[in-house]
Nanobody, 121 residues
């Protein structure tokens, strides 16, 4: 079984910073793409940032220049450094990863349970 567990969410004032972490554990052979998504109340879940195993990144336009995604392949972890937070960044943030559980297996999509980020004005 594979688990993704997020941590680091919380309440912060506008302009502040938070760092989210996501740990992947279980029967993992390889992890390809890792990403952070978010979902605000009444809105669809959307991509915040993604990173390949080789370190290539992409960001949604709304967070470019403020958020930084990184990963530690040895620890099976992905991070999201969020600076200059705005009230509109308030959402549940989800970790997502494409994980292969055996050498001959396919990559499957896994999700964490989410962590709440609230930015007060």
């Amino acid at each position: 079984q594979v688990q993704l567990v997020e941590s680091g969410g919380g309440l912060v004032q506008a302009g502040g910073s938070l760092r989210l972490s996501c740990a992947a554990s279980g029967s993992i052979f390889s992890i390809n793409r890792m990403a952070w998504y978010r979902q605000a109340p009444g809105k669809q879940r959307g991509l915040v940032a993604a990173i390949t195993r080789g370190g290539s990144t992409n960001y949604s336009d709304s967070v470019k220049g403020r958020f930084t995604i990184s990963r530690d392949n040895a620890k099976n972890m992905v991070y999201l450094q969020m600076n200059g937070l705005k009230p509109e960044d308030t959402a549940v943030y989800y970790c997502n990863a494409d994980i292969q559980t055996s050498k001959a297996g396919y990559f499957y999509d896994y999700w964490g349970q989410g962590t709440q980020v609230t930015v007060s004005s």
